[in-house]
């Protein structure tokens, strides 16, 4: 049998998924079917305006992709930043973070996975609307909290090397932890509906795959196993050196890897949770490590309140005014590497620039690129436990799974053999 | 309001026809295309929404830069020979440009079904910025980065490059506004079809405004500040293959 999906709907993208069901296994192959090539065309651009550029590759992980790329630029110049600037883009990254999550949720997953009669074509029609409700106010909350601090809640502005362009002042930050406290009931309350659908699903699917689990810290890329004891772990620095990229057979992803240990390892939420403990703080609303991809929707609601709760604690710390501190940019020849947790898992940013500061390469290794190996190898687990059952079926739990891992795919996409004229 | 057809928010796999079709982003790969034209043939109003779909968008960059890779599967993955704003394919009945497009002037267009009043009338955002410009501006040279920049005075009386002397407006000069130089977003002032001659003009205003000749000399990327997200627009490629169809 040989399933084929050309456009896959409710993901960010366009993605393909080819599933053929052969006499002795199962292939799932997914299929990255658009380009735009950033990475080739960063070459000859001011390091500094890296971030210009780099936000647009996605408009929804868009804060993270500039805050990876300022910390490149910062990291290649050896430019201080203030720890008060620090926390606030820590502040923004979390607010990006949550209102990704609560997209995804609603506005992606829903309609399939939440058996719920709630759908984007329902809201307005009927009263039941609790959960759209809660999620367009809490996505609306979030993406307030980035304005606030950045200027501009899609492709901040003020996000500069060495801090912020502008200052933010005592009446921008309460408001900004008014806004975190709302935001953290709303979550409270989308939890207490979407909670018990979940557990349906959670129980209907039966399959669990085991894997490592990767992320990001302090400039570090940590790998611990599915029962949370570290395998591997390097600096930012060293990436190329433990992370190799493969070529797919068909479209524009890739299919990076691990060079030392050859085995599944995921990126995102589900990886957070479950193998940063010590940093997340999730205490009693993550008390067991969970493998099912369905988990991974209740990660992203876990995080999205401990994100708020978080938001919260940094902003307290502010006690005044944080100014305007860009960065006298001194440029010489060398290059800079940006590690964030975007809202879908682990991102890289790596520059290499000439002394005058024009950067001659980029590579940018993206969640989705690192989880596109994991989301095919999840699909073949499950559809292996379906074999017997009609296509129509197999098709909706392939399709489920992949949305289950939230993909981005305007992110993922790479050429591999770039051949620049 | 009903969505008959969105990939990305519902699963209707296709549609017989709309009254209104948006679009966004610009045409990279033929299955790129190949959507547009259904939108066109099937509808009777298109919107071009945001800059790529207006000027072909930022990552227009990379045809600049110059890509050519391995590809592989079917005829929709194949990359055009060049980016392209919708225009040049399909006849554009609105227009909202940016990148973002700011957000007052969707809630006008989603209230109205009409387009702003106070986009692409000529205005640039200059027009609308709160930073005080000198009376005749003389440029010595051009500098990078933003330390020590007086955030009440014009970027360009300080050498820092703006271009929104030259850029539509209708974003308020959010990001003047933000202390930082605008860049573009929002395409040239003038008809979305018209950023050839928008970046002509551009560059003429902006040499005027040089103390010497040769300090024009130190804009060190000069593509980049003058087309970000319009490069397209410009693209001999696309001109060349098809015409001024659509304008």
Same mark, same amino acid.
């Given at each position: ?73 910062? =990291?290649?110049? =050896? ?9 606030? /883009? ?65 492709? &901040?502005?003020?996000?500069? &090397? ?42 209907? !699917? ?59 390892? /995921?990126?995102?939420?589900?990886? !957070? ?15 067991? /490590? ?86 095919? /190898? ?44 | ?164 002397? *030259? ?34 003009? *551009?560059?003429?205003?902006? *040499? ?11 804009? *060190? ?15 001999? #490629?696309?001109? #060349? #293959? ?6």
């Amino acid at each position: 049998m040989d399933l084929r999906v050309d456009e896959v709907t409710r993901v960010a993208g366009h993605i393909g998924l080819q599933v053929i069901v052969g006499k002795e296994n199962v292939k799932a192959r997914i299929v990255h079917s658009e380009f735009r090539g950033f990475e080739p065309l960063l070459r000859n651009r001011l390091l500094e305006e890296a971030p210009l550029y780099a936000s647009r590759i996605c408009g929804i992980c868009q804060v993270s992709h500039m805050l990876a790329s300022i910390e490149a630029i910062e =990291d290649g110049l =050896d430019i201080e930043v203030p720890l008060e600037a620090r926390k606030l /883009r820590d502040v923004a990254n979390l607010a990006g973070r949550v209102q990704s999550h609560l997209l995804h949720l609603f506005l992606l997953i829903a309609p399939s996975s939440l058996k719920t009669e709630e759908n984007l074509s329902t809201i307005g029609h009927n009263g039941k609307m609790a959960i759209a409700q809660l999620v367009i106010e809490g996505r609306g909350i979030a993406q307030k909290i980035v304005q606030e601090i950045c200027g501009r809640s899609i492709h &901040p502005v003020t996000i500069v &090397p060495g801090g912020f362009s502008k200052s933010i002042n005592m009446e921008q930050i309460s408001n900004v932890s008014k806004l975190a406290g709302k935001l953290s009931n709303i979550i409270d309350a989308i939890g207490e509906k979407v909670e018990p659908i979940l557990v349906d699903e959670l129980k209907e !699917r039966g399959v669990c795959l085991r894997t490592n689990y990767m992320y990001t810290l302090e400039g570090s890329i940590i790998v611990k196993d599915s029962e949370g004891t570290e395998i591997e772990s390097f600096r930012k620095e060293e990436y190329e050196k433990h992370i190799g990229e493969r070529e797919v057979e068909e479209g524009y992803g890739t299919y990076p890897y691990l060079k030392a240990i050859e085995l599944p390892f /995921r990126v995102g939420p589900l990886a !957070r949770l479950n193998a940063n403990e010590a940093e997340n703080g999730s205490g009693a609303l993550w008390a067991n /490590r969970r493998h099912e991809s369905v988990t991974y929707t209740h990660a992203r609601i876990v995080e999205s309140k401990l994100a708020a709760c978080r938001m919260m604690e940094l902003v307290s710390g502010l006690k005044k005014e944080i100014g305007a501190s860009p960065a006298e940019l001194v440029f010489r020849e060398g290059e800079g590497f940006g590690a964030i947790e975007a809202p879908r898992g682990t991102l890289l940013h790596h520059y290499v620039f000439n002394k005058d500061g024009i950067i001659t390469k980029a590579n940018i290794v993206t969640p989705t690129a690192f989880n596109s190996p994991v989301i095919e /190898r999840d699909i073949e687990e499950n559809i292996t436990h379906m074999l017997g059952k009609d296509v129509d079926k197999i098709k909706e739990r392939a399709v489920k799974v992949l949305r289950d891992y939230d993909p981005c795919i305007p992110c993922a996409t790479h050429l591999v053999n770039v051949v620049i004229d | 309001m009903e969505i008959v057809y969105a990939p990305i928010l519902l699963d209707a796999e296709d549609y017989e026809s709309a009254d209104i079709a948006i679009v966004t982003g610009s045409l990279r790969t033929e299955a790129d295309e190949r959507r547009l034209r259904r939108a066109r043939e099937r509808s009777d109003c298109l919107l071009a929404f945001g800059s790529c779909a207006c000027f072909g968008g930022i990552h227009g960059l990379a045809d600049k830069e110059g890509i050519k890779g391995d590809f592989k599967g079917g005829q929709g993955l194949r990359l055009r020979d060049s980016v392209d704003p919708v225009w040049r394919v399909a006849k554009v009945d609105l227009a909202i440009p940016g990148c973002p497009p700011p957000e007052k002037n969707v809630k006008k267009f989603l209230e109205n079904l009409l387009l702003p009043v106070d986009s692409v009338q000529g205005k640039t955002v200059c027009d609308e910025c709160p930073r005080k410009r000198s009376g005749e501006r003389k440029i010595e040279k051009f500098r990078r980065g933003l330390a020590g920049v007086d955030s009440e005075r014009c970027f360009l009386d300080q050498g820092i490059p703006c271009i929104g002397f *030259a850029t539509s407006s209708g974003c308020g000069a959010l990001c003047p506004s933000s202390n930082y130089p605008c860049y573009g977003c929002m395409g040239f002032s003038g008809s979305i079809g018209e950023q050839d001659l928008g970046i002509a003009r *551009a560059i003429s205003a902006l *040499a005027s405004g040089f103390e010497n000749e040769k300090a024009s000399e130190t804009l *060190a990327d000069p593509v980049g500040f003058f087309m970000r997200f319009t490069y397209p627009c410009f693209s001999l #490629k696309g001109a #060349k #293959k098809n015409g001024s169809k659509g304008r």
